[in-house]
Every structure is written in C-alpha cells, then in structure tokens.
C-alpha cells in the first residue's frame, strides 16, 4: 500500500504564491503517477496537476501556466507550486497516487485548505 501526507496548504493575498507537497511512503516503487486535484464548495473535484513516474505531466486548464508540478524521487515528494493565484484557487488540494502492478491502485491524502483572498 501507499500512503500520502500533504502540507503547505494555508492564506495567501490573490496574486501570491504557495507550494504544496506531498510525501509518499509505503509501496512507492509501485507508483505510476501522482497528482493534485482540488475541490471548491458546492464544485465537483478536480484535476490540477499531475506528473508520472517518467516525469510526463499533465495540468487543468485553468491553471496553465500558473501552477508547476514536480517531483523529488529522492524525497518520494511531488510539489504543486502555485503562482498568481485567484480567489477562485480556493479549495481542498488533494494529492493522489496511481499505483500498484496493473496501476489499477489509487491512494488519496487528507487534503489541505488553500484560501485566496484579500
């Protein structure tokens, strides 16, 4: 099995910065990809970003050219770095992890809170 913990989440001015990652441990060897999704109230969850074990990522259009994901093999860490952000970034971040032999496997963490507001 896989497990995740998040950190990083917290209040930031609209036009400002934060980083958010997310530390694997467990079966990581089995990891095939990682991502950030987020949920706003009353939205469905979505996908922010998300980066595989060949380092292909993939981002939500609404955060193009804002958000950065990355990963330190190393540190079995997956970093969402957010710039400019918008009241509308407001949201639960979720981490997840696609794993296991037939990558048919997935693990969440517990979600952090990011607010973006004046």
């Known amino acids: 099995q896989v497990q995740l913990v998040e950190s990083g989440g917290g209040l930031v001015q609209p036009g400002g910065s934060l980083r958010l990652s997310c530390a694997a441990s467990g079966s990581i060897f089995s990891i095939y990809a990682m991502g950030w999704y987020r949920q706003a109230p009353g939205k469905q969850r979505e996908l922010v970003a998300a980066i595989t074990n060949v380092f292909t990522t993939n981002y939500g259009d609404s955060v193009k050219g804002r958000f950065t994901i990355s990963k330190d093999n190393a540190k079995n860490t997956v970093y969402l770095q957010m710039n400019n952000l918008k009241p509308e970034d407001t949201a639960v971040y979720y981490c997840?992890?696609?794993?296991?032999?037939?990558?048919?496997?997935?693990?969440w963490g517990q979600g952090t809170l990011v607010t973006v507001s004046s």
């Open positions: 997840n992890a696609d794993y296991g032999p037939l990558r048919d496997l997935e693990v």
